[in-house]
Structure formats: structure tokens, C-alpha cells
């Protein structure tokens, strides 16, 4: 079963926008994780946020997390041709990587 | 890619036969995953590793074994092959509350 579900489940948006996407999960966390898979690539780890965290920042990224609701946004801000990406949000109840389960995915594409 | 190497990276297999895919990583990880990947589900976990001659089902297992009798190799068996085995198939090590995916194996089931 799919404890993360995206959505959208694909967005198109021009060079210098920003990008929202949503994560929805159905158990209690102790972490959530945002991923990128480059066409063709493996997932490359972005970001993780914990349980007891509100929003959490990387450079262009900024996460929130609302365990209440049980759902997660990840905003890319400025976008950039090569952001342009499949973005997976993954939960592990056990608060480790042991059992990573993955949401479907957005499928983002940057136009110039 | 954290020293992982999937080998194949391609295979084209015939149903009913047995395929086995490789996953080799350099840095002594204790955890090593085998999860494959299909559009509309995302990546789902087959088996897991948490150690040698340590291992445990995932979500989709059947049809699927894996061994692992070195720290650095985690291997993953198709008994008979399916077109339903038909998918992109990724090995991960984790390292803390990351992990780290190798660059994956598409593997066809004719």
C-alpha cells in the first residue's frame, strides 16, 4: 500500500516560478523525506524533515510538514531548467531508512 | 551514488526462466534494499538486508528471494520470471535516516 500520495501527479511550470507539491501519508511518522529522480536516474535524497518540525529550509527548498492533517508541501522557489525532475515524498515510521515507503510521485517539468 | 553498482543495468529475459540482479556497494553499509519501480505505484520495497544472511520481506516479495553472504553484495533472484516482473528495479543502502540509490536495473520479461 501506498502510504505517500502526491499531488499533483504532474506539474509544468515556466523557468522562475516557484513549485508546490504535496505529500499525503496515512501513519504516524517520526520523519518525512523528499527525493529527486532525474529521468533514467536513481533517487538522490533532498531533504528530510522530523515529526516535531514545523518547515524545514535547504537553499532553494523549503518543506513543511503538518502531522495533524498528515501532509507534507515541498517548494522549489526560483525554478531552474534543470530542476525539472520527478519528486518523491517517503515516510518511515520507525524513524530510520530501514523501510522507506514512497508516495507516487510529481512529475515536474521547467519551461524556458 | 554512494559506491553503489547495480549489475545488469539492462536485461531482456524469456518468462519461466530465473534472472538474478546484483547490487555491490563499497562503503560496508549495514542496510541494503531492493525496491522496484513502475509508473502509478512509485517505488515499492521487495526484500531488505540488515545485515549478512540478515534479510526480510517487503511489500511485493513474491516471486522475489535475495541472499546476501557478503556485507557488499545483496543479491536479488527471480525464481521464474513474469511479465508482471517486468520493471525498473533499484537497489538503496542507507546510512542514518538516508538512503542512497544505485542507478537501477531495467529488466524486460518477454
Known amino acids: 500500500s501506498q502510504q505517500g500520495e502526491e499531488d499533483p501527479q504532474a506539474l509544468s511550470i515556466q523557468e522562475g516560478e516557484n513549485a508546490t507539491m504535496n505529500c499525503s501519508y496515512k501513519t504516524s511518522i517520526n520523519n518525512l523525506q523528499w527525493y529527486r529522480q532525474n529521468s533514467g536516474r536513481g533517487l538522490v535524497h533532498l531533504i528530510l524533515i522530523r515529526s516535531n518540525e514545523r518547515e524545514k529550509h535547504s537553499g532553494r527548498l523549503r518543506v513543511t510538514l503538518d502531522t495533524s492533517k498528515k501532509s507534507s508541501s515541498l517548494l522549489i522557489t526560483a525554478s531552474r531548467a534543470a530542476d525539472t525532475a520527478s519528486y518523491f515524498c517517503?515516510?518511515?515510521?520507525?524513524?530510520?531508512?530501514?523501510?522507506?515507503?514512497f508516495g507516487q510521485g510529481t512529475r515536474l517539468t521547467i519551461n524556458p | 551514488d554512494a559506491g553503489i553498482t547495480q549489475s545488469p543495468r539492462h536485461k531482456v529475459t524469456e518468462t519461466g526462466t530465473p534472472v538474478t540482479l546484483r547490487c555491490h556497494q563499497t562503503?560496508?553499509?549495514?542496510?541494503m534494499y531492493w525496491y522496484r519501480q513502475d509508473p502509478g505505484h512509485g517505488l515499492r520495497l521487495i526484500h531488505y538486508?540488515?545485515?549478512?544472511?540478515?534479510?526480510d520481506k517487503g511489500e511485493v516479495s513474491d516471486g522475489y528471494s535475495v541472499s546476501r553472504s557478503k556485507t557488499e553484495d545483496f543479491l536479488l533472484t527471480l525464481e521464474s520470471a513474469t511479465s508482471s516482473q517486468t520493471s525498473v528495479y533499484f537497489c538503496?543502502?542507507?546510512?542514518?535516516?538516508?538512503?542512497?540509490f544505485g542507478q537501477g536495473t531495467r529488466l524486460t520479461v518477454v
Open positions: 538503496a543502502i542507507s546510512e542514518g535516516t538516508q538512503a542512497f
Open positions: 517517503a515516510t518511515d515510521p520507525s524513524g530510520g531508512a530501514q523501510k522507506l515507503v
Open positions: 562503503e560496508n553499509h549495514r542496510y
Open positions: 538486508s540488515y545485515g549478512v544472511k540478515d534479510t
